[in-house]
């Protein structure tokens, strides 16, 4: 065990909007963190400072005891940091199994481009089995335009996943799926997650997968962190509960 990440006093405003407000957490190797809060509290713009995509303006990001904080999204990425966006990144005119080997083929260093050749490869199979561990082995040979929504999310999270990185970061994995498959991309997607033992911060907007998934929860609001501890204590806490009212 060890800490995997650390933020110290993570300050951004945009203009007079606050979205990081001095934000201090500590994440232990390992563990499954969720955040939660209301709109524009700053969710996602804490997932673009740890990864380079928004610098901070004060405060410091930890990785493994480096200090990353300013470095860019690339750098980051290369260091065991990926992440999946609130939209999925696919690119759109390719099949499951063609994205798979772009992430792997950006994987080894090399541009997207270069895909193609390595489908004869090694690659090939490593990219059937990552889709496997996701339940998209079936879905391979098919357009990306053509998964439903659900897919669509566990595809984004796969393609982040083989990266092999030491932490990932996903903004709503579930955000688009319908209540009724929600539950089955999250029990897949943290049986995948938990196996491999990587870390992992998601943002999510329902409370509900928030409390059945993740073993500690940060509730923002306002570019602050306003509560962090176990889902059951932290999610029936009055003040918390007000915060995120109108969430989802
Ligand atoms: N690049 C940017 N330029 C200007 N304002 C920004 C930028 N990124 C975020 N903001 C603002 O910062 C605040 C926090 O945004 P952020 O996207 O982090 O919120 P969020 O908690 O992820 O919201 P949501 O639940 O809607 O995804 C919002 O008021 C947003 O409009
Ligand atoms: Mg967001």
């Known amino acids: 065990m060890g800490v995997v990440l650390e933020t110290v006093e993570l300050t951004?405003?945009?203009?007079?909007?606050?979205?990081?407000?001095?934000?201090?957490?500590?994440?232990?190797?390992?563990?499954?963190?969720?955040?939660?809060?209301?709109?524009?509290?700053?969710?996602?713009?804490?997932?673009?400072?740890i990864t380079g995509y928004v610098r901070p303006a004060r405060g410091s990001i930890w990785y493994r005891g480096k200090d990353i904080t300013g470095l860019s999204p690339r750098v980051v990425?290369?260091?065991?940091?990926?992440?999946?966006?609130?939209?999925?990144?696919?690119y759109g005119g390719l099949t499951v199994l063609e994205n798979m080997l772009v992430a792997l083929a950006i994987r080894a260093?090399?541009?997207?481009?270069?895909?193609?050749?390595?489908?004869?490869?090694?690659?090939?199979e490593e990219a059937m089995q990552?889709?496997?561990?996701?339940?998209?082995?079936?879905?391979?040979?098919?357009?990306?335009?053509?998964?439903?929504?659900?897919e669509r999310k566990l595809l984004d999270v796969a393609l982040s996943f083989a990266l092999k990185p030491r932490l990932l970061l996903l903004d709503?994995?579930?955000?688009?799926?319908?209540?009724?498959?929600k539950f089955e991309v999250m029990d897949r997607l943290v049986r995948v997650l938990?196996?491999?033992?990587?870390?992992?911060v998601f943002v999510e907007h329902?409370?509900?997968?928030?409390?059945?998934?993740a073993e500690r929860v940060l509730v923002f609001q306002e570019g602050r962190v306003i509560a962090d501890g176990p889902p059951g204590i932290v999610l029936s806490d009055a003040e918390v509960k007000s915060a995120i009212v109108g969430t989802g």
Not at 14 to 22: H, L, R, S, Y
Not at 194 to 200: A, D, L
């Open 194 to 200: 938990k196996s491999s033992g990587v870390t992992t």
């Open 12 to 49: 951004k405003y945009f203009g007079v909007v606050k979205a990081a407000d001095g934000i201090s957490v500590r994440v232990e190797e390992g563990e499954l963190v969720g955040i939660i809060g209301p709109n524009g509290s700053g969710k996602t713009t804490f997932l673009n400072l």
């Open 206 to 213: 329902d409370l509900d997968v928030v409390m059945r998934y």
């Open 109 to 124: 260093g090399r541009s997207g481009e270069f895909w193609r050749p390595l489908q004869e490869d090694a690659r090939l």
């Open 172 to 181: 709503e994995p579930t955000s688009g799926v319908s209540v009724k498959d």
């Open 77 to 90: 990425t290369r260091m065991g940091i990926a992440r999946s966006f609130q939209i999925p990144q696919l």
């Open 130 to 150: 990552t889709l496997s561990e996701f339940g998209l082995e079936g879905a391979a040979a098919q357009g990306v335009s053509s998964l439903a929504e659900g």
